[in-house]
C-alpha cells in the first residue's frame, strides 16, 4: 500500500471482547490488510444500550462519557456492530440534548463513527477483500443496522465478492430475530417464539451459515439453532469474511 | 370474557401463547396485512415524501389544536349539527344516554368506533335496556363472542372462519356453514334488518375537517354510511385529535391511511358527512350530534417527548410488522389499543405507568413500527422514553435499578469492567458446557431455557490484541 496509512480505533463492543474475541481478530485482520493503521483503545467497555433501552438514562450517560473520552483522539472509529454504533450515532445525540459541555463532543464522535461493513465499502471503497469460501450463506439484517444505521447494500456486496460463497434467500429476512437487549430475558418467552420462527426461516433457506453485522442477533440465533440441535452456524459478517482470505 | 384482562400482562402474555388457534390467524393476516401495505406504498412512489406530508399535517393541527377545535366545531354547528366535549369516558356515555333518552330511543345502530371501545360505550348502553348493534362484519363477530378488538383495523384478527360459524351458528339458533358466501349472507341478512328499525345510528370518524365542519368516514362494507344516513339521528364519536385542516390536507392522509392499513389505494367507501340533512334533501338525518372527545388525549398535549404519538391515523400498520404483537395478539395488551401504538398511548392516556408501566416493555425495540408509521411517529423510541420515564416515577423493582447500578459500576470503568469479566469467566464454570452455558438463575435462565448462552472467552479480545501487536511488531 502506497501513500500515507489512514488512521482508525477499534471499538470492539462489549460482546466481542468477551464472547467473540475471534470477531475481533477478523476485523484487526481485514483492515490492516487494506491498508488501515488500526489502534485500539484499552479504556474503552460498553456503549452502554443495555442501560439507555431499560430507561436507566444516568447510568447510560456515564458510560457513554467514557466512550466519548476514549475515542477523543481518534480519525475514525470502526465498531462490527450496526446496534453499538446505532446507540453512538443516535441515541447518543438524544441523551446529551442540551447539555452544552458534552454536546459538541458527542458530535464529533457521530462523525467519525461508522460500522464495520459502512467503513469497508463507504469509506475505504472496498467491496471484494479477495475471500474464497464454499458456503452457502443467508444474510440476516439486524434490525438496528438495517433500520437506523440504514446499512442495506454494503454486507451483500462483501458477501457477493467472496468467490464460491452461495448467498441464499432468507424468507421474511426484515423481521427481527427477538434479541432486543434485556428485552430477551425480560420477554424471554415471547423472545424465543420470534428467534424460533426466525430459525425456521433459515433452516428452510437451505444454508449452512447465517450471517450479519451483529453479535447480539447472531449470538441469540446462534444460540437458539445450537439448543435445537441444529448445524447451523452463526457467524459474523468479519469472521466469515477473514475466514475466506489467505492468512 | 376469555381474556384475562384482569391478569397482569405476564400472565397475559402466557394465556396468549398457548393460543395456537390466535397465533396463526393474526400471523397469517398481519403478514398479508404488511405485504400489500409495503405493494401500494411502491407503487405509489415518494412514499417518505407523502408520510412526511403527513406528519406535516398531523403535527401542525396537534401544535394548533385549540384554533383547529374551535373552528371545526364553529362549522358543524354553522351546518346545523351539535357540538358536545366530553372530558371522561362517563361524559361520553352521559351526552349518548341525553340523546338516546330525547328520542326515546331503543336502538343504537354503530359503525366501527374505537372511543367507543374506549368508554366502553356498550355495556353502558346494555345496563340502560339499550341495545347497541355493531355493523362492522369484524365487530359483530367480538360482540357476538363478547371480547374485545384485538386489532384496531382488523377487530376479530385473532378468529379463523370455523369460530366465526360458531358464533354465527349459536346466534342463528342453527348450522351456519364457515364458507364466506354462508358467513357473509347470514351476517348480511341479520345486520341489514338492524340498520332499517335502529332508532338512532353511531359512528366514530375518521378524520373531521376543520374548514367545512365535515366527519370523514372510511370504510369497505358500506355499514357507515347506511348508519350516518337511515336513522333519523346520528352520533359521532370522535377523538379530539381526528381533525385535517382542509380538504387538501385530507387528500394526503387519505392517501395514506388506506395503503397503510390494508394496502388498498382507497377504501370501497368514503363518506365525507357535512352536517344533518339539509331541507330538500331527500335522505339523512335529521340531527347529527357530534362529541368531541378527550378520554386522556390532553395528557399528551405539550409534553415534547409524547405529543408526536396524537399523530396517529389509526391505521394498524405498526401492529403488522410488530414481532412482539405477531407473537402474542392484542388481547395480551389488556388495552383497547394494542400493539406498539397501543403500548405508547395506553400509559397516557390513562395517565397510570403504575399498572399500564409494562406495556412499553413489550418490545424488541427492533424499530420496524417506526418505518411502518405514515406519520413518522418514532415509537420505538417513545416506548424507551416510557421506560425512562416509568423507573424516574419509581415504578421499576428496585433490584432491577441495583442490577443497572452494578452495570454502571463495573462497566463505567476499564479497571472494574476488566476485573468483572475475569470473574465471570470463573463463576461461569458450574454452567458450562462445552462452550456455552446452560441453566444459571434468573434472569439468566430466561434465555437459557431456550437458547444456548455463550461462554465467557478465556482470553477477550483485549488481551489477544497485545499479542497480535507483539506479533507484528516481531515480524
New interface residues.
Partial sequence: MGGSLLRASLFITCIADNFFPKVGDSVVKILRKNGVDLDFPKDQTCCGQPAFNAGYWDEAKDLAKGLIRTFEKSEYVVSPSGSCVAMIKHDYPQLFAGDQLWESRVKELVSKTYEFSQFLVNVLKIEDLGARQQVKVVYHPSCHATRIMEIHEEPIKLLHNVKELELLELPNADQCCGFGGTFSVKMAAVSEEIVEEKVRNILESGADIVTGTDLGCLMNIGGRLEHQGHSVQAIHIAQLLAEGMEA | MTTLMNENFKKR??FA?HNKSMREAIKKATTILKNNRLKAAEEMGDWDEWRQRGKDIRSHVIANLDYYLKQFADNVRAKGGKVYYAGQAEDVIQVVMEIVNQHQAKTVAKSKSMISEEVHLNKALYDRGIEAIETDLAEYIIQLAEEPPSHIIVPAIHKNRNEIADLFSKEAGKEISSDTPSLNAFARKTLREKFLTADIGLTGCNFAIAETGSIVLVSNEGNGRMVSTLPKVHIVLMGMERIVPNFSDLEAVLNLLPRSATGQKYTSYTSIISGPSHPGELDGPEEMHVIIVDNGRTNLLGEKDFQEALRCIRCGACFNVC??Y???GGHAYGSVYGGPIGAVITPLLNNDLKNWGELP????????C??ACPVMIPLH?LL?K??????KAGY?SSM??MA??V??HY????RR?RFA?KS?YYLQRPLMRGN?LEGGP???S??T?????????Q????Q??DE?QKG?EER
Avoid at chain 2, 431455557?449 to 472467552?457: E, I, K, L, T
Avoid at chain 2, 482470553?459 to 483485549?462: A, I, Q
Wanted: glycine residues 4%.
Fill in positions: 402474555i402466557k401463547l414481532p412482539v405477531r407473537q402474542i416493555y413489550a418490545s424488541s425495540l427492533c424499530a420496524a417506526s418505518e423510541e424507551v416510557l421506560r425512562y420515564r416509568r423507573f421499576t432491577e435499578h443497572f447500578k452495570f454502571r462497566f463505567g470503568n476499564p469492567y469479566m465471570g456455552h434468573t434472569p439468566l430466561g434465555w431455557n431456550s437458547r444456548y448462552f455463550p461462554a465467557v472467552a482470553k477477550p479480545f483485549r489477544r490484541w497480535i507484528s
